[in-house]
């Protein structure tokens, strides 16, 4: 056993040792591209293709039944010359400031609430959101009622109760713009819970 032992330590030392087989990591290849070119098409078309189509629009007079014509920057030279694009600019940095102030807190808030309690969690979280499940035209049809200048709108109608007069809650520059913030915010509040 003694003399065994340095002629196999001998041989092995004698043969060389053979590289390990790296196994080649799988690449996705043609393949996989073909099979997904589809959906990147279709992904395409209607992502890209209503940019695209909307750049060209941009620098033509578009007639819908006929033959659209070429008018360069004329379009944009009539946008920043309108009268009503300091109020139009102004109405979208107050409607993104009040979005962005009620609109982060509020989910943040009602994700806390869900979170902390410890029965029917789920029936808060499917609550919540149930508003992102309402198609749009329901929701405008919904709020309108909300939103109703006389005293039969819902929520003129619960501050009747407490003595308050009907709001022109759309109808007054001064309530107008919170009042879309609260639908919007309550459309999209439940993705963000």
Known sequence: DLDERPRTAARTAAT????????????????????????????????????????????????LTGQSDFVGWDNFAYVLSDPGLPQATANTVLYTVLAIVFGFPVPLALAVFISE????AWYFSALAYLPV?????????????????????????????????PLPWLNSPASAMPSIVLETTWAGAGTAV
Not at 117 to 120: A, E, I, P
């Open 16 to 63: 060389p040792a053979r590289p390990a087989r790296r196994r080649r990591p799988w690449r996705p290849g043609l393949t996989a591209l073909l099979i997904a070119a589809p959906a990147i098409l279709v992904y395409a078309y209607f992502s890209w293709g209503p940019i695209l189509s909307s750049l060209v629009m941009s620098v033509q007079r578009v007639v």
């Open 117 to 120: 309690m410890r029965s029917r």
């Open 133 to 165: 499940m309402v198609p749009p035209v329901v929701a405008i049809l919904l709020w309108k009622f909300f939103y109703a200048p006389d005293a039969d709108g819902l929520f003129n109608t619960v501050l009747g109760w407490v003595g308050i007069g």
